[in-house]
């Protein structure tokens, strides 16, 4: 079954079905979204949800190149009401973004599931390579003074004018 959607010419770039008690929503040729995509897809979901009573969501991706952050912000505020929430078709690039590898957990291949709390961790973010150069006790209470010093400077500085 295909839900009506709003009449206007960037509407008619997604398609939504329905089956199972989920929603397919197919964000066509959507490859870099601009303000106004995120715009659209906020206004498909808060349709689908609040005005069709929807719960159970899957966003068909295979054409998305980027995803600005936004939307995972957005995703959050629906999965915090009880939404359900996934995504298929997920490119590569758009799987190693790190706002994306902190929202969502893969089911399956091509299949991923948002999740109720961020699964962010620092040190997935900042390993530790053994071949790296580490920095020494010293160095880094050095690096803290001094920055400290220029700190308190800029703002002596500030204080003169």
């Known amino acids: 079954m295909q ?34 995509d995120l715009a659209l897809i906020r206004d498909t979901l808060f349709e689908q ?9 899957v966003l068909d991706m295979k054409t998305v190149k980027y995803i600005p952050s ?8 629906w999965k915090d009401r009880g939404i359900n929430i996934s995504v298929l078709g997920v490119q590569p690039n758009v799987a190693q973004m790190l706002w994306f590898q902190q ?3 893969e089911l399956r291949p091509g299949f991923f599931q948002l999740e109720a709390e961020p699964n962010f961790l620092m040190e997935n973010v900042f390993r530790d390579d053994e071949a790296d150069a580490t920095v ?18 800029i703002i002596a500085e500030a204080i003169a004018c």
């Not at 949800?49 to 969501?57: H, K, S």
């Not at 936004?70 to 505020?77: A, I, K, S, V, Y």
């Not at 010293?138 to 700190?151: I, L, P, Q």
């Open 103 to 105: 929202y969502f957990t």
């Open 136 to 153: 020494e006790e010293e160095t880094v209470e050095e690096m803290r003074t001094e920055e400290w010093s220029d700190s308190t400077n």
């Open 49 to 57: 949800i609040l005005d069709f009573e929807q719960r159970d969501l």
């Open 3 to 36: 839900t009506p959607l709003m009449s206007t010419r960037r509407r008619k770039r997604l398609t939504i079905h329905q089956e199972n008690g989920s929603t397919l929503i197919s964000l066509g040729e959507m490859e870099i979204w601009d303000g106004a």
């Open 70 to 77: 936004g939307f995972f912000g957005m995703l959050e505020d």
